[in-house]
């Protein structure tokens, strides 16, 4: 089973950048298609952007734009550059390692990390 850890989290500025990492070990990365999520308070976890086994890649229509998904296969790694933060943007961001197209009810999860957008 894959294992994912994030990082690159913290707090942003409105109109600011940040960058999470996510290093996947224990399996062959690019077996897998690789996702962002986040989840708000209050709300349920929900998709920002996901990147398939060949390089395409789909994103929520409240970041198209302004975050781009890529994978390092390499470097068994997927980022999340997000651009243009709004406050909106803040909440628990979660990556996703899916093997068998099972979506977000199967698959593999990191734990997590918080992304705070404020002035």
């Known amino acids: 089973q894959v294992q994912l850890v994030e990082s690159g989290g913290g707090l942003g500025q409105p109109g600011g950048s940040l960058r999470l990492a996510c290093v996947a070990s224990?399996?062959?990365?690019?077996?897998?298609?690789m996702g962002w999520y986040r989840q708000a308070p209050g709300k349920q976890r929900e998709l920002v952007a996901d990147?398939?086994?060949?390089?395409?890649?789909n994103y929520a229509d409240n970041v198209k734009g302004r975050f781009t998904i890529s994978r390092d296969d390499a470097e068994n790694t997927v980022y999340l550059q997000m651009n243009s933060l709004k406050p909106e943007d803040t909440g628990v961001y979660y990556c996703?390692?899916?093997?068998?197209?099972?979506?977000?009810?199967?698959?593999?999860w990191g734990q997590g990390t918080q992304v705070t957008v404020s002035s």
């Open positions: 996703h390692a899916d093997r068998y197209g099972f979506g977000p009810s199967a698959g593999a």
């Open positions: 224990g399996s062959i990365f690019v077996m897998y298609s």
């Open positions: 990147v398939m086994r060949d390089g395409v890649t």
